[in-house]
């Protein structure tokens, strides 16, 4: 038979699921710009019903709040992450070659072709009055400009490698915080979850570092449902070796002070390329001592080991441009020097020998060591401009230094492997053909990256927008729900009165007729 207090249970039960919901609609409006923050909601269903005597059917007991979830799909979770990791990719790369065009700056009036025409130029006054000695001087400080130029660009790029490695050990040091962050929160998760609970507001900080640590890395969440599906584990895994194993961590290590990979890897063929021999950078290791490929990283690091670290054709990375800087550096100068050292001084006797351009005394004349030779700039009468004789208006080594301005088989070369294993051409024809060359293909690039960062960022920003209109708080639908929890827990405040103006009917006013 039905207790006479039952209809008093019913109604208490939707007054408190409403003032429950009532309490989650606020928790959400109050979190309505809160970065991470995914709405909740009080999952309920009905009582247990109670059997009716006489076959009657059954008789439902009011409303069961069973637990507050949070509305979050997961696929958008994984899609996002996928997003953001090849974003912050691209944004490396993007921004790197920005770096670069900068230091090339063409075209522009402080480039290394508009610099490299006033060296000509000073050659092309020199042939027209070989001994005057304002032509020779006026040459000599162009010769410096554009070793300079050279040095200069040398110390940029140089510079950015540093950058970039700088980027990548904070790079490493972020990604080692989250996952110490992440495994203090699977514990105090746990901990929560325990007695079937949820821990919403803790799962909402452990997706955020989640989301920012797929920006930086390539990785891969697995969760495992224990305690009956209640609760579960969590473990993050790069390269399928666990950075976070549910409470424990396995963090990445650096090893500083290592040569750069240009010198590592048995690509680079003539020792005497001295370029970044000096610059140590940091690699990469689990601290536990498995295997990685840090060329696979993905993300934000990947993007900046790629820039730091890549010097071949395929990768194109700071060391790259390093490489053919030098390189030219090297083949015009030697271009230079050839024809020079066979000419004849003003007045002197016999061939010059003396080199235009010297570099580190290795035979190879890098950007980053090409100097003017010290002898010609102490006495300038040196400079070999005649053939065959040294009389004032011998100009032919001259015209024929200003011939290679318009050389058609300068060519610039990578060789790589030691020993050689391929060669790839880089640029031919003239040497502003090269330089013209090597600039339009890196316009090629940065215009690339720059389209798929521009591209990537629309994509992820798609996502994300799709994953708010689930997960995230809108404040015209929870007032809605205000509005109609509100009506509920009225109605059943007013049922508890009812039922207790029935109940004071059977305990005051039952058997008293005509009192």
Same mark, same amino acid.
């Not at 309920?44 to 799909?73: C, E, H, T, W, Y």
């Not at 979770?77 to 790369?93: C, F, H, S």
């Not at 960022?457 to 799709?466: C, I, W």
């Given at each position: ?9 019913? #109604? ?134 554009? #070793? ?21 050990? #904070? ?32 799962r909402d900080a452990r997706n955020l570092l989640i989301d920012d640590l797929s920006k930086l890395v390539d990785l891969e969440v697995k969760n495992v449902p224990i305690n009956e ?91 790259? *441009? ?93 060789? *790589? ?28 690039? #940065? ?41 509920? *827990? ?26």
């Amino acid at each position: 038979m039905r207790s006479t207090f039952a209809g008093l249970s019913i #109604a208490s039960s939707g007054l408190f699921a409403a003032q429950r919901a009532l309490d989650i609609t606020g928790h959400n409006i109050a979190n309505t710009n809160t970065r991470g923050y995914t709405r909740q909601r009080l999952n309920q269903s009905a009582q247990n019903p109670m059997d009716i005597q006489g076959g009657q059917g059954q008789l439902g007991l009011g409303v069961k709040m069973q637990f507050i979830s949070q509305v979050r799909d997961e696929m958008l979770d994984i899609k996002y992450r996928q997003e953001v990791n090849t974003l912050g990719e691209w944004e490396e790369k993007y921004n790197s070659l920005t770096q670069v065009e900068s230091i090339f700056n063409e075209p522009s009036d402080t480039g290394i072709r508009k610099i490299m025409d006033g060296f000509f130029e000073g050659i092309n006054s020199l042939t027209k009055d070989p001994s005057n000695p304002t032509n020779r001087s006026v040459f000599l400080q162009k010769a410096i400009g554009l #070793a300079q130029n050279f040095n200069d660009m040398y110390s940029r790029f140089e510079k950015m490698v540093v950058d970039s490695n700088e980027e990548v050990e #904070a790079s490493v040091r972020a990604i080692n915080s989250m996952a110490t962050q992440i495994a203090k929160l699977n514990r105090q998760i746990l901990e929560s979850e325990l007695d079937g609970s949820r821990a919403n507001d803790l799962r909402d900080a452990r997706n955020l570092l989640i989301d920012d640590l797929s920006k930086l890395v390539d990785l891969e969440v697995k969760n495992v449902p224990i305690n009956e599906g209640k609760s579960s584990t969590l473990t993050i895994l790069i390269q399928g070796t666990p950075l976070v194993n549910h409470v424990d961590t396995n963090v990445l290590e650096l090893v500083p002070k290592q040569d750069h990979p240009m010198y590592t890897d048995g690509q680079l063929m003539d020792p005497q390329r001295e370029d970044l021999k000096n610059i140590k950078v940091s690699n990469i290791k689990w601290a536990s001592g498995s295997s990685l490929n840090q060329n696979k990283l993905g993300g934000t690091i990947g993007g900046q080991l790629q820039q730091r670290d890549g010097f071949k054709d395929e990768t194109k990375g700071t060391a790259y *441009y390093i490489r053919f800087l030098s390189e030219f550096s090297n083949a015009f100068a030697t271009e230079i020097n050839n024809i020079h050292k066979n000419g004849f001084a003003l007045n002197g006797a016999g061939v010059s020998g003396e080199d235009l351009f010297k570099g580190d005394g290795t035979g190879f004349i890098s950007a980053s060591q090409i100097k003017v030779n010290q002898v010609l700039l102490d006495d300038p009468t040196k400079l070999a401009l005649g053939l065959g004789d040294g009389s004032p208006d011998n100009n032919k080594n001259a015209l024929e230094m200003l011939n290679i301005r318009n050389k058609k088989d300068f060519k610039i070369e990578m060789v *790589y492997g030691n020993p050689p294993t391929s060669t790839v051409v880089l640029g031919e024809g003239t040497p502003e053909d090269v330089l013209k060359t090597m600039i339009a293909s890196l316009g090629v690039d #940065a215009q690339e990256a720059k389209r798929m960062f521009n591209n990537q960022q629309y994509l992820t920003e798609e996502v994300d927008s799709f994953r708010l209109s689930v997960s995230g708080v809108s404040q015209d639908e929870e007032m809605s729900n205000m509005i109609k929890f509100q009506h509920a *827990y009225n109605a059943a405040a007013r049922m508890i009165t009812t039922v207790d103006e029935m109940i004071d009917v059977i305990i005051n006013r039952m058997g008293r007729v005509g009192l």
